[in-house]
């Protein structure tokens, strides 16, 4: 079920299990799903059904398996954690799909100043190894329970950290080892804690989202552990917040680590979730940090009186480690406590800083003017301080499964537009996918074939991922 | 639950895959997707919207879940609020509904099939999952002069009296599994007796059989010596039908549980004492569910004799005053929120106790109950948290028959010890 009647699976399979074991090679439709469904609201199609999933435990088994795809001309479609926003994850055609999750060691050098992860390593593994080591890891994704490294260097998503304040997570990668689409593996980067300066390949690996490459082994420098002061503030309005961030980078103020907002909507809905009293309107949640202790208590002071400075009705320091816990859940789960009530598409908007109040107001306007559904819910939040916005827009979990489809892809194209009419582009959910017709849009012909072309040249029989370049659905 | 709303609660998942990392089953299967709480949520949702047929990945998958319910902290801490682990209790209704209906003989369907077919013969005819009848059951009262009767019983549903049998069973089961799953025999008795063996006549573990009966002696005494009255109903004590729960036989369980309920009323009873978490929970949360007025109070032995905490005290004869590393189980934790209690005893009765990484609400499973149909993997997770415990202390303190059972024998093996505090108020108890 599910598979074109112009390949052989049967042969497939036996193939695929003599280079890496019957035991990783999987057939079953049910796993097969299970494999390529993502967050998205909207059910599968059966364009959207791996032939197979297969799970390789090394570099030269994916070399293997993408020699072999080759051979045959079949798509292989690789993903992380599968938690993409923007449907990076859920193949395009029916296609191999690699899990990568059996190449998660992490091993750490703290003589050469880093450590190596294989892609399918948690996050939070990752954390809690460099934790022994008096290290971070600077990536700081909501979805940190479940994502790998190897998905957040192919997405190079900031997330929930200010740009501006430690940079993006490939900032960190010193070298990559890659599978190249056709089979070659290939080593980028240095074993230095000096990233090599110019022409250098890890870059194009870096946020590649799968279409380059697929990365096998990721080297990151080590970060020293740094020192952190929570901060929260109360306002009367969304406008004294924006206001804020704008005079932030207009006025040189020392960028938070994280710098994290709710409207009065999601406040309402993400502070009864975990148990807090209804805020009197709009939350700003704030993490300043430092090397060094004393650096970071200045700065929350230097920062609190920067947000004491606006027309705020109150902003503190938390101390308590539980309050903040659930302040900070308040903003980090808010997302998954809207999809309780409903279905939720969602967006990400970065615009130009002194454009911001306009995105902002925009996308808010944006509710009244959607066709799929008339007058959804809106709610907004996101890393505001990046500036990141998240416009969402709820609907019933009763609608059709046509309806949520179009719905999405409606507030995606729509919130896209608000992106390019005030300079921004996004800072966290990968490029391709949905996004297509954005970087189109944004960029031109020349750009968007520039890429395909130096997909081709890498990747001639477009195997890897194909449809994401294409902004297939 | 009937279907309608399974699948409408089942299409509440958001496919975030948050919860993975926190399944048993999941981290042991090498991550492997559909062996964890998305998987399963999933699988099921599809199973129901007709996407995919009943086969052996579905069977696996659903089976294989333990129903620790870890996955529903890690589903309400990532902003979802899905009860998982009940959810696919609930599917397990629908699968065994339709491998009743259907006649599948691949191996898994084949294994599930005769598994559950043999736990519900063994509860509706011999009143316990294990089959065993006679009076075995009511021995460990030897000498305590329990009165049969009394408004308040302790009630052992005969759960610690059974796992010196059921780990023997369990061994059975491991190793003539793949017979079974070739479906050419429909029950263990009857490879049993194709072996030339009586599953009556297995002599039970020693071990567990001297811990168990110390355990449920140290609960009885310990009671007494505070100055509770209550009674037992000897050869009538039924089984609480924990089994047809966890496994989601619910059309057998709303036939057994007012039989159990009956009898209870038959002897006018007004109180239960529970000794286990299982029991616990079945009859304080999941009966009233299912009897109309329900109107027995239940308390657990821990809780009780925590009221009393000044005089149990003063009956203690002897303070280990060792250190214990506790291993929570999990139906007490995360399907009762009883925490507070058992420590409270275990300090009365002079343990220190250490609280281990995965403790309280995130505790983590023994393994248990998938040993009816997949014990191999059972003693693997029993095995993990054992390594973890040990890393603390040598000696382990739990309060469940069945994470006794599965945590023994690899503590053992490495040199330490898993207690019930119910064995350990029996040697503070006793001069």
Not at chain 2, 39 to 55: P, S
Request: glycine residues 8%; hydrophobic residues 35%.
């Amino acid at each position: 079920m599910f598979i074109p009647n112009s390949l052989d699976i049967d042969e497939i399979f036996e193939d695929l299990s003599k280079i890496i074991g019957k035991e990783n090679v999987i057939s079953d439709l049910s796993t097969r799903i299970i494999y390529a469904q993502d967050p998205m609201p909207y059910e599968l199609e059966e364009h959207n059904i791996p032939i197979l999933v297969v799970r390789p435990a090394c570099a030269e088994e994916v070399s293997k398996i993408l020699k072999y795809a080759n051979e045959k001309n079949i798509p292989v479609h690789v993903r992380g954690a599968g938690t993409s926003l923007v449907g990076v994850a859920r193949p395009k055609t029916n296609a191999i799909l690699i899990d990568l999750k059996r190449m998660s060691n992490i091993k750490v050098y703290p003589d050469r100043g880093y450590f190596e992860a294989g892609p399918g390593a948690r996050l939070w593994k990752v954390r809690e190894e460099l934790a022994k080591y008096n290290s971070i890891l600077p990536a700081f994704p909501g979805s940190e329970r479940v994502a790998t490294l190897g998905g957040v260097i192919s997405s190079n998503t900031s997330a929930h950290a200010v740009d501006a304040a430690l940079g993006k997570p490939g900032d960190f990668v010193l070298g990559l080892e890659i599978v190249l689409p056709t089979g070659e593996i290939i080593e980028t980067g240095t074993e230095s804690t000096r990233r090599p300066a110019g022409i250098e390949l890890t870059k194009l690996f870096i946020g590649g989202e799968g279409l380059f490459g697929i990365i096998t082994k990721i080297r990151m420098r080590l970060v020293p552990g740094i020192y952190v002061k929570n901060l929260v503030a109360y306002y009367k309005d969304v406008d004294t917040i924006l206001s804020t961030v704008v005079d932030m980078y207009r006025n040189m103020v020392p960028p938070p680590l994280f710098f994290e907002f709710v409207d009065e909507n999601a406040a309402k809905v993400g502070f009864e979730a975990v148990g807090l009293d209804e805020p009197p309107g709009p939350v700003v949640m704030i993490t300043m940090h430092d090397w060094v202790e004393e650096g970071v208590n200045e700065k929350a002071k230097i920062f609190l009186n920067f947000l004491k400075s606006k027309d705020i009705i109150k902003a503190k320091i938390v101390e308590d480690e539980d309050e903040w816990r659930k302040i900070w859940r308040s903003r980090s789960e808010v997302g998954n406590f809207l999809n309780r009530k409903g279905v939720v598409a969602g967006s990400e908007i970065s615009p130009r800083i002194d454009k911001l109040k306009d995105a902002y107001y925009e996308a808010k306007d944006l509710k009244n003017k959607l066709e799929a559904y008339k007058t959804p819910q809106f709610f907004s939040f996101g890393h505001i301080g990046a500036p990141t916005i998240h416009a969402n827009y709820l609907i019933p979990f009763e609608v059709s499964n046509d309806v949520r489809k179009k719905f999405v892809i409606e507030v995606r194209m729509k919130t896209e537009e608000i992106n390019i009419k005030y300079g921004g582009c996004g800072g966290e959910w990968g490029l391709t996918a949905q996004r297509i017709d954005f970087i189109k849009k944004k960029y031109g012909k020349v750009y968007y074939e520039t890429l395909k072309k130096i997909k081709a040249v890498l990747d001639p029989n477009n195997i890897l991922n194909r449809g994401n370049l294409e902004g297939w659905w | 639950m009937d279907k309608e709303k399974l699948y409408t609660e089942l299409s509440r998942c958001r496919k975030c895959r948050f919860c993975i990392d926190s399944c048993p089953t999941f981290r042991l299967f090498g991550n492997l997707e559909n062996i964890g709480p998305y998987g399963r949520v999933q699988i099921l949702r599809h199973l129901l919207k007709g996407t995919i047929d009943i086969n052996d990945t579905v069977v696996y998958s659903i089976y294989t879940c333990l129903t620790c319910a870890e996955c529903n902290i890690a589903c309400k801490e990532s902003g979802g609020a899905l009860e998982i682990s009940e959810l696919v209790r609930g599917g397990r209704n629908v699968v065994f509904n339709k491998l009743k209906k259907e006649d599948i003989n691949t191996p898994e369907a084949n294994l599930i099939s005769y598994a559950l077919f043999t736990i519900v013969e063994n509860v509706l005819k011999k009143n316990d999952p294990v089959g065993l009848g006679g009076k075995y059951w009511t021995k460990w009262t030897n000498g305590l002069n329990i009165q049969g009767k009394g408004t308040r019983i302790l009630y052992t549903s005969r759960m610690y009296q059974m796992i010196p049998y059921l780990e023997r069973i369990t061994l059975l089961m491991k190793n003539y599994k793949n017979m079974i799953k070739k479906g050419k025999y429909k029950s263990l008795i009857k490879i049993g007796a194709s072996l030339g063996i009586k599953l009556t006549s297995l002599k039970p573990n020693k071990v567990l059989k001297n811990k168990s009966t110390k355990t449920l002696r140290g609960i009885a005494l310990a009671l007494k010596k505070v100055g509770i009255e209550y009674g037992y109903l000897y050869d009538k004590e039924p089984y609480v039908g924990t089994l047809l729960y966890d496994l989601g036989l619910d059309e057998y369980l709303k036939r057994y549980i007012p039989r159990v309920y009956n009898l209870f009323k038959e002897h006018n009873i007004k109180q239960i004492i529970s000794v286990d978490p299982h029991t616990h929970h079945l009859i304080k949360i999941i009966y009233p569910e299912y009897v109309e007025n329900y109107d027995i109070e239940v308390i657990n032995y821990l809780e009780l004799l925590d009221q009393y905490s000044d005089k149990l005290k003063e009956e203690i004869k002897r303070r280990t005053g060792k250190e214990y590393v506790i291993h929570e189980p999990c139906t007490m934790s995360r399907k009762l929120n009883i925490f507070r209690e058992p420590r409270s005893i275990a300090k009365v009765i002079g343990l220190n106790i250490i609280e281990p990484k995965y403790s309280g609400k995130y505790t983590r499973c023994c393994g248990g109950p998938i040993e009816f149909a997949y014990p191999e993997y059972t003693h693997k997770i029993a095995m993990d948290r054992v390594f973890e415990l040990l890393t603390y202390s040598q000696n382990i303190l739990t309060y469940c028959p069945i994470c006794l059972m599965n945590l023994e024998k690899y503590a053992r093996e490495r040199r330490g010890e898993v207690f019930d505090i119910g064995e350990l108020l029996y040697n503070s108890l006793i001069p």
